[in-house]
T-cell receptor, first 118, second 116 residues
């Protein structure tokens, strides 16, 4: 069975600090997809990134960057120069196929609550 | 705004009752997914439909059922409600349905169900 572990349940930083959220996954599939979602206090889940298992290139989007390492089964997320608006719960997720690859199911980690203090 | 619309946003009901949650996917998306978020279970996948057809099933209770209609909106029916069913129910949508062509999943704001 697939599993996603976010060992950091809660992180507190001061504004402008860099912070890295860890995500470790387990899967037997050779093809899979990894996601990060943000859940701000308002409750909705905001899509941040989707990465497939064959693309190990790191990605940067503004202050956000992602480090995907298949060798360690990790997909870590770094926020540079954090801001108060980054305060939220961040979820890492792993996509697995349903029977016959007809469907798609996400397995979520437990989430990391990030608090950025001014 | 993800483009996925869920109603109602909040719902309070009693044990033993039945409720229906509704979801309209983003324009152009054919797949609809339902997820449950609770304090003890975290975010869990319930079920996926693609163009009206069930494509994937997670740990969805037998008391729960879903369907996707020809206009692509979906409904999640929860019956014989128990206290433990209190949770935030999310709907998500994507363009594709099969594994590998799903694309990005966009989530609605959720329907918060409280069972008293």
């Amino acid at each position: 069975a697939q599993k996603v572990t976010q060992a950091q349940t809660e992180i507190s930083v001061v504004e402008k600090e860099d912070v890295t959220l860890d995500c470790v996954y387990e899967t037997r599939d050779t093809t899979y997809y990894l996601f990060w979602y943000k859940q701000p206090p308002s409750g909705e889940l905001v899509f941040l990134i989707r990465r497939n298992s064959f693309d190990e290139q790191n990605e940067i989007s503004g202050r956000y960057s992602w480090n995907f390492q298949k060798s360690t089964s990790s997909f870590n997320f770094t926020i540079t120069a954090s801001q108060v608006v980054d305060s939220a719960v961040y979820f890492c997720a792993l996509s697995e196929p349903s029977y016959n690859n007809a469907g798609n199911m996400l397995t979520f980690g437990g989430g990391t609550r990030l608090m950025v203090k001014p | 705004d993800s483009g996925v619309t869920q109603t109602p946003k909040h719902l309070i009901t009693a044990t033993g009752q039945r409720v229906t949650l509704r979801c309209s996917p983003r324009s152009g998306d054919l797949s609809v997914y339902w997820y449950q978020q609770s304090l003890d279970q975290g975010l869990q996948f319930l079920i996926q439909y693609y163009n009206g057809e069930e494509r994937a099933k997670g740990n969805i209770l037998e008391r729960f059922s879903a369907q996707q209609f020809p206009d692509l909106h979906s409904e999640l029916n929860l019956s014989s409600l128990e206290l433990g069913d209190s949770a935030l129910y999310f709907c998500a949508s994507s363009q594709g349905g099969g594994f590998g062509n799903t694309g990005e999943l966009f989530f609605g704001e959720g329907s918060r169900l409280t069972v008293l």
